[in-house]
């Protein structure tokens, strides 16, 4: 936890899968609490099936 006076900036870098339009962020007290919901995972890929007729 990092309590400072005045003003400061922090940066971070957020996984792919950060859903950056569900970003939260609460200041209570001098302590500011954010908040990053993660997307779903992606729905895997199925196979392609191709039917090939054989004369």
């Known amino acids: 936890m990092e309590r400072r006076v005045g003003k400061f900036m ?7 899968n950060a ?3 569900a970003i ?5 007290e001098g ?6 919901e ?3 995972p992606p729905e895997p890929k199925r ?9």
């Open 10 to 16: 922090r940066k971070f870098v957020l996984p792919e």
């Open 31 to 36: 302590v500011l609490t954010v908040g990053v």
């Open 24 to 28: 939260s962020a609460v200041a209570k």
């Open 47 to 55: 196979p392609k099936t191709i039917h090939v007729n054989v004369a």
């Open 38 to 40: 993660k997307l779903p």
């Open 19 to 21: 859903n950056l339009d």
